[in-house]
């Protein structure tokens, strides 16, 4: 693994602040959903956060995002107020895809945050696609297309890591590898664990990522993207996290040991974040109480803001299926 | 008027409109350099050269899906399927993200796509390369989907596909890319959503779309020797498709068949015939009819074509039947 960057004070207090802002939102998605506040699935990002902070800051703006089903965190990551991923959770009118999308398609145009995809591996060739979109115009935008190692066994990624490398798309693939498609282990799906050799038959570059290190992950990202900025293609990012609850709501976990979840628990990426700011002394514990304060803060008020929102008016129901509003719906 | 093949009035189409648009451009197999399977594509990667007339491997999931990413990002992407039956491999991106990006993105995120390739029979080609997907495809919200018959409305109707702001799914035939029609020089687009009255006439209305309306066409000009005058509707675009012009023309004739090459069940005819019932049911002389492919797949053998497909002699045996004659 390549040596690390160093990184400022400002950075640092970034990350934390991201990193504690997503957790705390999503443990607070996790009680509200048990007090059936809202429905739909829910799946949390708790464990994974370094991966999302480390994108977003290893990315530069005219960049775009794309990822599965567990997007909860990924606008937020880029700036988005939580309020507008909470109302979007009650499916309200004010959610930033209008009560349309739900949990697991959340979207920001303004953002480059092209979508939460429910499909699992859809959002593959689409992310490859975003890119294509950026080459044809002739900038140097690079794509991030986030995926999970379930995802990764799509017919989907082989076709577009083929026409990626053919046809040079500037692309980072990234697989969030939390080694669980829901509760089938990445050594039970597949002959090669390593996640980074799925690269080698595409000749595609990768690597693999440690995803509980922000600084990792930061780096990781810079190296790819230069690689796809430079013109040079896409490139793989076998990046290893770890996701501490269940796969959605639902799930006993008896695929797993207690003793393997605290034992990532024990790389927590927002404890190391924390703790290089103690270390290095770039925050004053008041400093922190009131980072922690600003984050509770701001979840308390997304969940005002998602329960006075209204729902939305029926008539939305026949808006944003078509481009134009005069399209002539069948209605019996 | 000149007269050109159906193949160059969908390549004008597209000349002209990737001439007017510079984000518009072509992806499929064999679309570049061997240009096209069916020469629809004929000199385009000459003019427009390979960054936007572009060859893909052989995955149509992955390609469909490049070009839906392509889409969101400001691009009008034309996607040519070799045929529909393929196109199957990539219905999740057609269905799936397509046609309900617009919606699940609250408004922000449009795909103006086209999504083009052969449809239908064409011949001894067996179950898998033979069939019909207007049903399919208009069945899903979020999508348009289109059928033209002749090389004019292919031209037209494509134009407005490539212009359009949806995703759209525009049906062709192999068996059509040869024929010839007149097309007029020079720039047209016809309206999405509209159908064309191909014939006039007061006893009977038929309503079809694609290569199979000509055996209705053919049937007319026999049941006019006997003094029946049909109506021949081509719908010409499948979802939506015209109700009013069907409705009131079967308020006039009071009479309807269907031709339709896809099978029966859940077809584009038991849409029709629905709103039909709802629509004019005090007009009807007689229960509607329909004529469709046979409810199998559709089978190797020169003698078992036969039997499946309906031909020119149905239609006038159910137009007469319809007729109470």
Redesign the interface.
């Known amino acids: 693994m390549a040596k690390q960057t160093k990184f400022t004070k400002d950075q640092y207090i970034k990350w934390y602040e991201s990193m504690l802002l997503m957790r705390k939102f999503e443990e607070k998605c996790g009680q509200l959903y048990i007090q059936q506040k809202f429905g739909g699935f829910c799946h949390l990002y708790i464990g994974q956060e370094a991966v999302v902070a480390g994108t977003v800051s290893g990315s530069k703006k005219g960049d775009?995002h794309?990822t599965a089903y567990r997007d909860h965190v990924h606008p937020i990551g880029l700036g988005m107020h939580p309020k507008y991923v909470m109302a979007e959770l009650y499916g309200k009118s004010t959610?930033?895809?209008?009560?349309?999308?739900g949990s697991m398609?959340m979207?920001?145009?303004e953002l480059n945050f092209?979508?939460g995809?429910?499909?699992v591996g859809?959002q593959?060739?689409?992310?490859?696609?975003?890119?294509?979109?950026?080459m044809?115009?002739g900038n140097d935008n690079v794509t991030f297309c986030s995926f999970g190692d379930g995802a990764a066994r799509q017919?989907?990624l082989?076709?577009?890591f083929?026409?990626a490398m053919?046809?040079k798309?500037p692309v980072v693939f990234i697989i969030e590898n939390n080694n669980y498609a829901m509760g089938t282990s990445v050594a039970r799906t597949t002959n090669v664990t390593d996640m980074s050799k799925i690269g080698d038959s595409y000749e595609m570059p990768s690597e693999s990522v440690d995803g509980m290190s922000v600084e990792s992950v930061h780096d990781a990202i810079k190296r790819a993207s230069d690689h796809c900025r430079k013109g040079e293609g896409p490139y793989l990012l076998d990046i290893r996290t770890y996701r501490y609850k269940g796969h959605s709501m639902s799930d006993p976990q008896k695929y797993r040991t207690k003793e393997e979840v605290s034992e990532w628990k024990s790389k927590d990426p927002l404890e190391k974040v924390l703790s290089a700011i103690q270390d290095k002394k770039y925050a004053t514990e008041k400093q922190l109480e009131e980072i922690k304060q600003r984050v509770k803060g701001l979840v308390e008020e997304a969940v005002t803001f998602a329960e006075e929102s209204p729902f939305p008016e029926a008539s939305e129901l026949y808006?944003?299926?078509?481009?134009?509003e005069n399209?002539?719906?069948?209605t019996? | 008027m000149r007269v050109i093949q159906f193949r160059d009035a969908l390549n004008e189409a597209m000349n002209e409109e990737m001439r007017r648009d510079e984000n518009v451009y072509l992806m499929g197999e064999e679309v570049a350099e061997y240009n096209g399977a069916y020469k629809v594509s004929q000199g385009m990667l000459d003019e427009f050269g390979p960054r936007r007339v572009i060859d893909t491997p052989i995955a149509e999931l992955g390609f469909a899906g490049i070009a839906v990413g392509s889409a969101m990002n400001g691009l009008r992407p034309i996607v040519e399927f070799m045929t529909w039956n393929f196109a199957i491999l990539a219905a999740d991106q057609i269905i799936n993200s397509a046609a309900k990006m617009l919606q699940m993105s609250g408004g922000q995120f449009n795909v103006p796509i086209v999504f083009r390739g052969g449809n239908g029979t064409a011949g001894q080609l067996g179950a898998t390369h033979s069939q019909s997907f207007e049903a399919f495809y208009a069945h899903v919200p979020g999508l348009k989907v289109i059928t033209p018959s002749n090389p004019y409305d292919a031209k037209g109707l494509l134009k407005a596909a490539i212009r359009d702001d949806n995703p759209v799914v525009f049906l062709e035939s192999e068996r059509m890319y040869g024929e010839k029609g007149e097309v007029p020089e020079g720039e047209y687009v016809l309206p999405i959503g509209k159908a064309n009255i191909r014939r006039q006439g007061s006893d009977c209305t038929i309503v079809s779309f694609g290569k199979i309306i000509k055996i209705a066409e053919e049937a007319a000009e026999t049941l006019a020797k006997e003094g029946i005058n049909v109506e021949i509707i081509d719908l010409r675009t499948i979802r939506p498709w015209d109700e009013e012009c069907v409705i009131n023309s079967v308020k006039k004739t009071n009479r309807l068949l269907i031709v339709e090459e896809s099978w029966p069940v859940a077809s584009i005819a038991s849409e029709i015939t629905y709103r039909v019932q709802r629509e004019a049911f005090d007009y009807l002389d007689a229960p509607i009819k329909r004529l469709t492919q046979s409810d199998t797949p559709f089978a190797f053998s020169p003698t078992l074509i036969e039997e499946a497909l309906p031909h020119p002699k149905d239609v006038f045996d159910a137009v007469k039947s319809l007729m109470y004659r």
């Open positions: 775009k794309i959610g930033c895809s209008k009560g349309k999308g398609h979207f920001s145009k092209m979508g995809h429910g499909i859809a593959i060739p689409m992310g490859a696609g975003i890119a294509f979109g950026d044809y115009k017919g989907a082989h076709e577009t083929n026409m053919v046809w798309i808006k944003d299926v078509y481009v134009e399209y002539p719906f069948v019996d």
